[in-house]
C-alpha cells in the first residue's frame, strides 16, 4: 500500500525518460527559433539540435511548429493543474485567478513570453498555437463542467471557456506592446500580473476603473 500522501501512480522510470525527450526537443527547437527565426529550420535540424534521430523527433511531434507549440501546451497544462486543485466550491473566477498566482515564478511564464515575442508577427506558427489554446478551452470547459455538475449548461461552460482563453490573449496581447521583447524578472512578472488581472476583470463582469476624481486647487 502507498504511503499517505504519495501519487497513486508515480511516473515510471520511461514515461519519466520521455517526459526528458520531449523537454528536450522543444528546448532545441526553441534554440533554433532563437537564432533562426520562423520557418527557418527543419524538423532533421531540431533533431540534430536535440541529439535525437528523425524517427525520434516524429515520434514526439508531426512538425517543428508542433514541437514549438508543445511550449505554450506545457504552460497552459500547468494552470489547468493548478485550476483542478483550487476548492469545488469556490466561484470559478476566483480559482482561475488563484491557478496563475499559484504560477509564483515569474520564470514560469518566460517560455510562453519568448515564444509570444518570437512568433508574434509570424503567421507560420497560427495553426498549431491554435491548436494549443484550443486545448486549453476544452479542458477550462471540462473543469467549468466538474465544478457545476453539468447545470450550467453546455452554453454557459463553453462561453465562459472561451472568455478566459480570449483574455489570456488580450493579457499576452498587451504585454507585448508595452514590454516587446524584453524577457527581464520585471516584464515577466507584468506579464502574470497582466494575467491576473484580465482574469479578475472577466470575474468582475468588466466593470470599467472609475476615473480618477479630479484633484482641487
Given amino acids: 500500500m502507498p504511503a499517505a ?22 528546448e532545441a527547437a526553441l534554440g533554433l527559433l532563437r537564432t ?6 527543419t524538423a532533421e535540424d531540431i533533431a540534430e539540435a536535440a541529439g535525437i534521430s528523425r524517427r525520434t523527433f516524429f515520434n514526439y511531434f508531426n512538425s517543428t511548429d508542433a514541437a514549438l507549440a508543445a511550449i505554450t501546451h506545457g504552460f497552459l497544462d500547468n494552470a ?7 476548492p469545488a466550491g469556490e466561484p470559478i ?8 498566482m499559484a504560477l509564483a515564478d515569474p520564470a514560469a511564464v518566460a517560455p510562453l513570453a519568448e515564444l509570444f515575442s518570437l512568433t508574434s508577427e509570424s503567421a507560420l506558427m497560427s495553426q498549431s498555437e491554435l491548436a494549443a489554446w484550443d486545448y486549453c478551452r476544452e479542458q477550462i470547459t471540462g473543469v467549468v463542467r466538474e465544478r457545476t455538475s453539468g447545470a450550467a449548461g453546455d452554453l454557459y461552460a463553453h462561453a465562459l471557456a472561451g472568455s478566459v482563453i480570449a483574455c489570456g490573449k488580450a493579457a499576452l ?5 508595452q514590454w516587446g ?11 502574470r500580473g497582466q494575467l491576473i488581472d484580465a482574469m ?15 484633484r482641487s486647487s
Avoid at 533562426?36 to 529550420?41: D, E, I
Avoid at 473566477?93 to 496563475?100: R, V, Y
Avoid at 496581447?173 to 506592446?177: D, G, N, S, V
Fill in 93 to 100: 473566477m476566483e480559482s482561475a485567478q488563484a491557478a496563475l
Fill in 173 to 177: 496581447e498587451t504585454w507585448f506592446r
Fill in 80 to 86: 489547468i493543474q493548478q485550476l483542478r486543485l483550487r
Fill in 5 to 26: 500522501g504519495a501519487p497513486a501512480h508515480p511516473a515510471s522510470r520511461r514515461e519519466l525518460n520521455k517526459a526528458a525527450t520531449r523537454q528536450n526537443i522543444t
Fill in 36 to 41: 533562426n527565426g520562423p520557418g527557418n529550420f
Fill in 200 to 214: 479578475a476583470l472577466l470575474g468582475s463582469g468588466f466593470t470599467a476603473p472609475q476615473p480618477s476624481s479630479p
Fill in 181 to 191: 521583447p524584453d524577457l527581464s524578472a520585471e516584464s515577466l512578472a507584468a506579464l
